[in-house]
């Protein structure tokens, strides 16, 4: 299924996974504010990609993502940014002004989704929270559905672009036998600034 606006039918996710609610979410975090965060996240790494982007709601058939797993002391979760193969290629050719094949453009993706929440785990860091994170892994050539049942899905942002969609989302949960405490705010550093230690 194609992702092109044009060409195929667009799915609205406030129908599909609800409206944004607190439920689950790990206290005294909320999801509004994870909401924020990872739109937030992922705008910044566009913008900083030259791509201009928009809060939307509608996403079509996703067939190529990134998700990258990450943990820290009472919870385990895993970011993933999602889009069409001609999606992803437009934004390639955007980003970097000239055509790449597949595997460049999975690559590419990876990056994003590293970025995008290298950028969480720093606003995550400014309220005491630590997180480590894994490597990023790609799924392709599949039909990939959201999920109805969004009892995982703390947060999620749909940013259109000129070249179509891009949808990133947030899965978080509790480790069973342990409590999630905040600790100390430390000042996060701005992406890219060099920290000597």
């Known amino acids: 299924m194609s992702m092109n606006p044009n060409s195929s039918p667009l799915l609205d996710l406030t129908q599909i996974w609800g409206p944004l609610t607190s439920e689950?979410?790990?206290?005294?975090?909320?999801?509004?504010?994870?909401?924020?965060?990872?739109?937030?996240?992922?705008?910044?790494?566009?913008w900083a990609n030259g791509v201009q982007a928009r809060r939307d709601s509608r996403i079509g058939g996703?067939?190529?993502?990134?998700?990258?797993?990450?943990?820290?002391?009472?919870?385990?979760?895993?970011?993933?940014?999602?889009?069409?193969d001609?999606?992803?290629?437009?934004?390639?050719?955007q980003c970097l002004s000239m055509a790449?094949?597949?595997r460049q453009h999975g690559d590419w993706l990876r990056e994003v989704s590293n970025?995008?929440?290298?950028?969480f785990?720093?606003?995550?860091?400014?309220?005491?929270?630590?997180?480590?994170?894994?490597?990023?892994?790609?799924?392709r050539g599949m039909c990939l559905v959201p999920n109805e049942h969004r009892h995982?899905?703390?947060?999620?942002?749909v940013l259109a672009t000129e070249h179509g969609p891009l949808l990133t989302w947030l899965d978080l949960e509790r480790v069973d036998g342990q409590v999630l405490?905040?600790?100390?705010?430390?000042?996060?550093?701005?992406?890219?600034?060099?920290?000597?230690?």
């Open 152 to 157: 995982n899905h703390i947060a999620w942002t």
């Open 181 to 197: 405490e905040a600790g100390p705010p430390v000042q996060a550093r701005a992406s890219g600034e060099m920290v000597l230690f």
């Open 115 to 119: 970025q995008v929440l290298g950028r």
């Open 100 to 102: 790449g094949e597949a």
């Open 62 to 84: 996703l067939t190529t993502a990134s998700v990258i797993g990450f943990s820290g002391h009472g919870l385990t979760g895993a970011l993933g940014v999602a889009t069409s």
């Open 24 to 46: 689950g979410s790990i206290e005294p975090l909320s999801s509004l504010e994870l909401q924020e965060d990872i739109e937030e996240s992922s705008l910044e790494v566009l």
């Open 121 to 139: 785990k720093g606003r995550m860091l400014g309220r005491g929270y630590a997180i480590y994170l894994a490597l990023p892994q790609s799924v």
């Open 86 to 93: 001609e999606v992803l290629a437009g934004l390639y050719r």
